[in-house]
């Protein structure tokens, strides 16, 4: 039996999740977190996948995302097409502003204003993206790959284009971070390539090939930890690789670590509020794997997290021969 340490308010962030680590409820949850992060971080074998769901970058975590990134804190990114167009969108200079939740809808509609709970954007603006993409599908007709080769080649396209700015897959092109997106066709960036399908380009896009890209990328793996942002396709997609893995006479015995942050509940039985425990009798998780479920708006979970990572800076040793 270990005493709970009152909370102590400091200036150092760090310290205050390290102490948060030592009381009760979310907050110890929180500050567990970090240090299972850490542990991955630090941990030479470990190859750190995040699963990006929820519309976090018109929330405004994309500065928060790009330094996980840039200081290698996550290896793979499994992301929602939205979260990618609207991380473009951001690059281009398509931005989200600050609304409210309690508006007429219908005068918004009527305004071309798209609301996504107290943020605002300009319907037009995301439909000039669209045609942006769309232009790019028709330019490297005919296409079939992955969703990540497919992102990797539309960023390499855009950074041609920009002078200025900053952008979540603008860093994981520069820092050789795969990004996959499982569910693309649920998303702008689908809706832009069906644009171009329409008007006779042929792109196709292999979701089997993402599947069995990421399966092997687990597979040549010593260890691999997994951080959850929300739940949906991108949890599941990076969960079932242990499965495939598993399938195919890998058995590595599930992820070493794992983190989600997510305002989910397990007792509905979805899969983004199931817990690690659940996990684990499926395979997708290790029996012993070091583990935290923190039920907090990522929107306060994140800032939070990384900026503690930041303050503490661990030391990575990135694995290699992976991609």
């Known amino acids: 039996m270990k005493p709970i340490t009152p909370v102590q308010p400091v200036r150092e962030i760090d310290l205050l ?25 630090e941990d030479p074998d470990c190859t750190i996948f995040l699963g990006l769901s929820g519309a976090m970058i018109p929330a405004g975590m994309q500065a928060c995302l790009s330094e996980l990134v840039e200081r290698r804190y996550v290896d793979v990114i499994v ?8 991380d473009i969108c951001e690059h281009q ?7 409210h939740h309690h508006v007429d809808d219908a005068e918004l509609f009527n305004k071309g204003i798209d609301r996504i709970y107290d943020v605002f954007a300009y319907e037009g603006e995301f ?6 993409i769309a232009e790019y599908a028709h330019s490297i007709s005919p296409y079939t790959g992955s969703s990540r080769d497919f992102i990797g080649k539309l960023t390499e396209h855009l950074q041609d284009k920009w002078s200025s700015g900053s952008s979540l897959v603008s860093a994981c092109a520069d820092a050789g971070v795969p990004v996959f997106i499982p569910a693309l066709s649920d998303s702008s960036i689908g809706i832009a390539l069906l644009m171009a399908r ?3 380009a042929e792109i196709n896009i292999d979701q089997l090939g993402d599947a069995d890209e990421i399966t092997r ?26 499965i495939i893995a598993s399938i195919h006479d890998n058995n590595l015995g ?3 670590y794992a983190i989600q942050y997510t305002t989910d509940a397990p007792h509905w039985g979805g899969l983004s509020g199931c817990t690690f425990e659940e996990a684990v009798s499926w395979g ?40």
């Open 217 to 242: 990328i687990v597979e040549h793996s010593p260890k691999t930890g997994v951080i959850y942002v929300g739940g949906g396709v991108p949890k599941n997609f990076i969960q079932q690789t242990q």
């Open 127 to 132: 439909r000039d993206v669209d045609r942006l």
């Open 17 to 41: 999740l390290l102490n948060m680590g030592n009381s009760g409820f979310q907050g110890r949850k929180l500050g567990e977190s970090m240090n299972v992060w850490k542990n991955m971080i």
């Open 93 to 99: 200079g398509v931005h989200h502003y600050r609304g």
């Open 254 to 256: 599930g992820h070493a």
């Open 79 to 86: 992301s929602t097409g939205a979260n990618i167009f609207h």
């Open 284 to 323: 997708k998780e290790s029996v012993n794997s070091a583990h935290v479920q923190v039920f907090c708006d990522a929107t306060i979970a994140l800032p939070l997290v990384v900026s503690g990572l930041k303050a503490m800076n661990p030391e990575r040793m990135v694995p290699s021969g992976l991609f």
């Open 198 to 200: 329409r008007e006779g």
